[in-house]
């Protein structure tokens, strides 16, 4: 069965500071798909990132990026120079690949509530 | 671009009440997936639909129901409101195996 665990709940960080954000997986299929996603104080689901498992290469997006590591099945999010409209909850989501149309469905972790203080 | 359209945004009911969430996908979207998030929550996935057929079911309480139209959009339908059910309901939409999820903004029900 799949499951994504976050182990932080909370983590409030000073505007500037570097944050990383954990993600570490499970999973019994070896093609699968893993996401991150932002969640602002509107509720809004907001799409940051998709990776497949094949590629573990490591992204930067402006100040977002992604380490990927398969050996320790963890997809580590930092963003680096931390704003206050960084503040949000930030979900780790799995979704295994199918050969059954319709069934890829997202499984979420926790959640880490991310504070930016000015 | 076209997003996932959901409706209405807002919605309260009394207990016991009938609800009735809508979901339009993006254009050529052949899934459709419903999600509920309680509050301080993760979305937990509730029933997907594929080509209009069922295509998967999560933790769905019986009282809930759900369909995909011949347009390809989809309702969910929520009987015998309780206080626990208040919460924002999700819907997404994908092609199918293309692995990307567009969210709607989501209904928030409150149940009272």
């Known amino acids: 069965a799949q499951k994504v665990t976050q182990a932080q709940t909370e983590i409030s960080v000073v505007e500037k500071e570097d944050v990383t954000l954990d993600c570490v997986y499970e999973t019994r299929d070896t093609t699968y798909y893993l996401f991150w996603y932002k969640q602002p104080p509107s509720g809004e689901l907001v799409f940051l990132i998709r990776r497949n498992s094949f590629d573990e290469q490591n992204e930067i997006s402006g100040r977002y990026s992604w380490n990927f590591q398969k050996s320790t099945s963890s997809f580590n999010f930092t963003i680096t120079a931390s704003q206050v409209v960084d503040s949000a909850v930030y979900f780790c989501a799995l979704s295994e690949a199918s050969f059954r149309g319709g069934s890829e469905k997202l499984v979420f972790g926790k959640g880490t509530k991310l504070t930016v203080n000015p | 671009a076209a997003g996932v359209i959901q409706s209405p945004r807002h919605l309260i009911k009394e207990k016991r009440e009938t609800a009735t969430l809508k979901c339009y996908p993006i254009p050529r979207h052949d899934t459709v997936y419903w999600y509920q998030q309680g509050p301080g929550q993760d979305p937990q996935f509730l029933i997907s639909f594929y080509e209009k057929m069922q295509s998967d079911k999560g933790s769905i309480p019986d009282r809930f129901s759900a369909q995909q139209f011949s347009d390809y959009h989809s309702e969910l339908n929520m009987s015998s409101l309780e206080l626990g059910d208040s919460a924002l309901y999700f819907c997404?939409?994908?092609?199918?195996?293309?692995?990307?999820?567009?969210f709607g903004s989501g209904t928030r029900l409150t149940v009272v």
């Open positions: 997404a939409s994908s092609e199918d195996r293309n692995y990307g999820y567009t």
